[in-house]
């Protein structure tokens, strides 16, 4: 199986930005799916979860109420809209999906003025 992530840029604080994470080669709508991110320096943290229905979704507190986690089964794709982006989001973002353990190659957002 793999996942390809993609969407991630440059952007001013405050902007939004939106992540794909497309994934081939296993059962995308049985999977549950994370987002990661790690700066520079730090390591790996866990940022949203979305169940194998798309009806149960968390987040870590430093994104809630700013980023939503979604997923569209038929594409076999999980999204991270992200809003009001902070300088301190800048990190290379990553979708994994459970149980496989299949990680992305990442996705690098920057938030600068």
């Known amino acids: 199986g793999q996942l390809v992530e993609s969407g991630g840029g440059l952007v001013q604080p405050g902007g939004s930005l939106r992540l794909s994470c497309a994934g081939s080669g296993f059962t995308f709508s049985a999977s549950v799916m994370s987002w990661y991110r790690q700066a520079p320096g730090k390591e790996r943290e866990w940022v949203a979860i979305c169940n194998s229905e798309g009806g149960t979704t968390h987040y870590a507190d430093s994104v809630k109420g700013r980023f939503t986690i979604s997923r569209d089964d038929a594409k076999n794709t999980a999204y991270l809209q992200m809003n009001n982006l902070k300088v301190e989001d800048t990190a290379v973002y990553y979708c994994?999906?459970?149980?496989?353990?299949?990680w992305g190659q990442g996705t690098q957002v920057t938030v600068s003025s």
């Open positions: 994994k999906a459970w149980p496989e353990g299949i």
